[in-house]
């Protein structure tokens, strides 16, 4: 469903549970950037009220997912560690057209943010399936079925309001470039690293 070419390797989730306590800072901020990043495409495409609607549901959701990461770090005597600069993503962001009129940037933001939550997406079902504890199981299954819920949100925008672009090409494009980019990611203990 993904379209992904390249899968994360499976013994990323070893190097994971070596440092349970960063992956879940890493997480947390990830919620935190996602919901801002669905406010940000609000602020600069407020005239479609489709859009506004389900990216405001989708910051909230995110934020609830900050909050449910935050719980858990809580719970587990842990702290909230400082923000993350996200490398893969900052590699992502190369892709995005900087140059083209305001529906360019906001489909190409819109194929950037369903790229980041079908990573995401990879990333929380591995997880679900390989971690050895219950409780990051059961919650990364739960998450990923709401990143898949989200990745097929900003593709549907990006379609609805790219009609005078090719955006399958783009897309297509952009899952090229990622795979790419990801070839140098899965060995740290952090979402996309």
């Not at 990323?12 to 990043?37: G, P, R, S, Y």
């Not at 990333?123 to 990923?144: A, G, N, T, V, W």
Request: charge should be negative; hydrophobic fraction near 40%; proline fraction near 1%.
């Amino acid at each position: 469903m993904l379209g992904l070419k390249l899968a994360t390797d499976p013994r990323w989730v070893d190097i994971v549970e070596t440092n349970i306590e960063e992956i879940l800072t890493d997480h947390a901020w990830c919620e935190q950037k996602a919901a801002t990043n669905a406010i940000t495409i609000i602020t600069l495409n407020s005239e479609h009220s489709d859009l506004v609607t389900d990216l405001l549901a989708l910051a909230k959701e995110e934020l609830e997912h900050f909050q449910m990461v935050h719980d858990i770090i809580k719970k587990r005597g842990y702290m909230l560690g400082r923000e993350r600069k996200d490398s893969y993503v900052n590699e992502l962001y190369k892709f995005m057209n900087k140059g083209g009129n305001r529906v360019q940037c906001m489909v190409d933001r819109l194929l950037f943010s369903a790229m980041i939550e079908a990573r995401s997406c990879e990333r929380f079902k591995l997880l679900s399936q390989k971690i050895k504890d219950p409780e990051l199981s059961k919650f990364y299954h739960e998450l990923m079925i709401s990143e898949a819920g989200h990745y097929t949100t900003f593709l549907g925008f990006a379609r609805k309001y790219g009609k005078d672009i090719d955006v399958e090409k783009r897309w297509q494009d952009l899952i090229t470039f990622e795979a790419e980019v990801i070839k140098n990611y899965g060995k740290s203990e952090t979402i996309h690293g």
